[in-house]
């Protein structure tokens, strides 16, 4: 198949070269405002270059993958679905909540798929986790973990466009536990602290915060995240029942020193950048679109999905700015 990638900085660049590298696909069409960086992707893979969306549409794709920044989202969404193509879409659907929202109810009625991506929804550790919970092994759980901290924070400008790490790097933790569990969250409570870079904290934003979700069956569910974790790149998970406790990312590259006695685990060169640790969950994720584009599978994380997880981030910063417990419903009904 013939496959679109709309945006080639860091992550557009890697979803080429993990997509030159598939079976399924026979050809690349790259679109980008920057034509080195168009120009670099068509040298390395040999892609065709369109000049804009609507003439990489017309050179014939059957999908595309939407990479470019986040504002451009909403609107190449509904460009690709207004031609009938199949979309691939980077989190986040929107910068906000409630241009999501006016996306989806743009293309909802529209049989043509989109995927957002959620990475951790491919990779092994994560696959095996909700396997576990859902079939019964750890029996009723009690406690959920997660955590995602960076090596070292993001640029001014990044931090200044992305939302807040709530909305930027928390709602990973949130879509993963929504996904691993196959609950709802009902109400968080939030706080967070700045611990250095001070843009970070000049953007209005914390780059150290904790969360407590409540899910709709009790579970409590803890969040932690920083952007300052010098070891390295440390997404785990834990999840706790009555009858069993299992973890995720607890592997040989874990960035996490161990001080007891004796003990050489982790023995590994830590993780230190996500597309190292995640470098196999982004090759299953794209494989998924390329049976999504090929009619065989529905999509696996739909916009409806990513929305679920914006929501979370929605109530999460309210809580973290008002120092106070906030339900999902509140912020949906705002």
């Known amino acids: 198949m013939r496959i679109g990638i709309l945006g080639l900085g860091r992550i557009g660049a890697f979803h080429a070269e993990t997509l030159f590298g598939l079976d399924a696909v026979d050809s690349l069409v790259v679109a980008d405002p920057f034509a080195d960086a168009a120009k670099a992707a068509a040298e390395r893979f040999g892609a065709e270059v369109a ?18 920044a986040t504002d451009a ?8 679905v207004e031609a009938g193509v199949p979309v691939f879409c980077e989190k986040p659907v929107a910068r906000t909540i409630g241009e999501g929202v006016e996306v989806l109810r743009a293309v909802r009625d529209t049989d043509v798929p989109i995927q957002i991506g959620y990475n951790r929804r491919f990779d092994a550790g994560f696959v095996a986790a909700r396997a576990a919970v859902r079939g019964g092994e750890l029996g009723t759980l009690h406690t959920v973990r997660s955590t995602t901290l960076d090596p070292a924070p993001p640029p001014a400008a990044y931090v200044a466009a992305s939302g807040g790490i709530f909305r930027d790097c928390s709602v990973h933790d949130f879509d993963i536990i929504r996904w691993v569990t196959g609950r709802e969250v009902t109400e968080v409570y939030a706080a967070g602290g700045n611990r250095g870079a001070d843009h970070i904290r000049e953007a209005g934003d914390a780059d150290t915060t904790g969360a407590v979700l409540t899910l709709d069956d009790g579970t409590l569910a803890v969040v932690s995240n920083s952007r300052h974790n010098g070891r390295g790149y440390d997404v785990r998970m834990e999840i706790h029942g009555f009858r069993d406790s299992i973890a995720v990312g607890l592997d040989d590259k874990l960035p996490l020193r161990s001080v007891e006695p004796g003990v050489t ?70």
Do not use: K, N, Q
């Open 51 to 68: 000049d804009s969306p609507e003439a990489l549409l017309a050179a014939g794709v059957d999908g595309i993958v939407v990479a470019a």
């Open 73 to 80: 989202h909403p609107a190449l969404i509904r460009v690709g």
């Open 265 to 334: 685990f982790p023995a590994g060169t830590p993780h230190d950048f996500f597309m190292d640790r995640f470098t196999a969950a982004y090759r299953a994720e794209l494989t998924a679109f390329t049976e999504v584009v090929a009619g065989t599978r529905p999509s696996p994380c739909t916009m409806e999905d990513a929305l679920e997880a914006g929501w979370i981030a929605e109530a999460c910063t309210l809580s973290l700015h008002e120092h106070r417990p906030v339900t999902i419903a509140e912020v949906r009904g705002a």
